[in-house]
């Protein structure tokens, strides 16, 4: 205990040294949570408005196309702007920047509304939507889907007038413009009761601080490495010390920063956040802040030890830099920490399954936004407690392989 001691005291004064790598694990994670959270905090909110303007050309002028107008303005999904009065200036207004969408009404939309294309013998002129092309598709065929549910309430609203009418029933002069039950309103499902769903600081937070947490690769190999260069693991061998213990001593103090973080990137969660406008970080209390702090620790574990592991495999603190910050970056992209795990596509969500950073934030998530007890986060503590037991075996061998 007293050698286990010693080298714990020995790693905590050389990571104190380190004043800009100590920066760097706090200072970092905290602008990646303050940035991110600000700016997906509309992607994470149903319902909210998007900030991609549109305009509508109306070149038929008619009832019809002026009620179509105000039913897509009435969405509130996309912004409505001044209207072009020619398809000319919405292509000079979308080549400036002033807005990415424009709907062209043809002439005639108003009198053909309920005349299946070609049904007469004419041809039919077709509604154009022009784009910018860096508009996101997504947002495209958003946008595009709206109308067409849009202009399909306004021919259901013409032939209810038209069927009163031809049955002789009572009727407006113009047919009433009704607001269907179309919103939808999610509600998360939780394991005790339905609150607000997840928000973007709810996905953020937890996922930055994964990556802080496994970004302790660079300070723990930087100072494995120099002592391997300086002899340091030599003369701690000759003098009976197990490497076993040497990666004990570089445990404990890079666990106790990886707690820090966490508790200096919820602080920001919860009170950091909303001076910036967004909402702050809802945290479980009682029993599910204690299987957070589970969570949190068995990241920590897999962190450090995968760290371990990058030392032992590299020869310069130049390749532990390169091996470490790529890896980190490679478990972060199909983990769901850069990009959230639901965006992504089938194979990508498969393929987010065996990254360790994806059971961090899959546990993080189950405790703060499903409330799930023990049993609920136990599948994803045993897989990075075995990350961890893994790589410090591999650890082990590698570093009596190369003393031999």
């Given at each position: 205990m007293t050698r286990l001691l010693a080298l714990w005291t020995k790693e905590t004064l050389a990571l104190l040294r380190d004043r800009h790598g100590l920066a760097a694990l706090f200072v970092m994670p905290i602008i990646f949570i303050?940035?991110?959270t600000m700016a997906l905090h509309d992607a994470f909110m149903p319902g909210a408005a998007i900030d991609v303007a549109y305009a509508i050309v109306d070149l038929d002028g008619s009832p019809h196309s002026q009620s179509l107008a105000r039913r897509l303005d009435k969405t509130g999904s996309f912004r409505h702007v001044a209207a072009?009065?020619?398809?000319?200036a919405a292509s000079s207004d979308i080549r400036a920047g002033r807005y990415a969408l424009a709907l062209v009404l043809p002439k005639g939309f108003g009198e053909r509304l309920l005349t299946p294309a070609?049904?007469?013998g004419q041809v039919t002129e077709s509604l154009t939507l022009m784009v910018d092309p860096t508009l996101n598709p997504a947002l495209q065929l958003a946008f595009r889907n709206q109308t067409s549910a849009a202009?399909?309430?306004?021919?259901a609203d013409e032939l209810t007038h038209s069927a009163g009418k031809l049955f002789g029933l009572p009727t407006a002069a113009r047919p009433a413009e009704r607001d269907w039950p179309d919103e939808i309103v999610s509600i998360a499902v939780q394991n005790d009761r339905s609150i607000r769903p997840p928000s973007s600081v709810q996905q953020n937070v937890p996922a930055w601080l994964v990556f802080a947490m496994f970004f302790v690769v660079i300070p723990i190999s930087a100072i494995l490495i120099t002592e391997r260069q300086q002899g340091t693991l030599q003369r701690l061998a000759a003098m009976g010390v197990p490497f076993r213990d040497v990666l004990l001593g570089k445990l404990l103090p890079f666990f106790v920063v990886n707690q820090i973080q966490a508790v200096l990137m919820v602080a920001v969660g919860i009170w950091g956040v909303p001076l910036f406008g967004g909402e702050a970080l809802v945290m479980p209390s009682g029993v599910g802040l204690f299987h957070?702090?589970?969570?949190?620790?068995?990241v920590s574990l897999a962190a450090v030890a995968c760290a371990l592991l990058v030392a032992s495999l590299a020869q310069?603190?130049?390749?532990?830099?390169?091996?470490g910050g790529v890896g980190n970056i490679l478990m972060a992209a199909i983990g769901g920490i850069m990009v959230p795990k639901f965006m992504m596509p089938g194979t990508m969500q498969t393929l987010a399954e065996w990254s360790p950073m994806a059971w961090a934030l899959n546990g993080f998530h189950t405790v703060m936004l499903r409330h799930g007890d023990f049993a609920a986060i136990l599948p994803d503590l045993v897989k990075l407690l075995a990350c961890a037991a893994l790589a410090l075996a591999v650890a082990t061998w590698l570093n009596r392989r190369q003393t031999a």
């Open positions: 303050l940035v991110m072009p009065a020619t398809t000319d070609g049904a007469d202009l399909g309430m306004l021919r957070c702090w589970l969570v949190a620790a068995a310069t603190t130049q390749q532990s830099t390169i091996i």
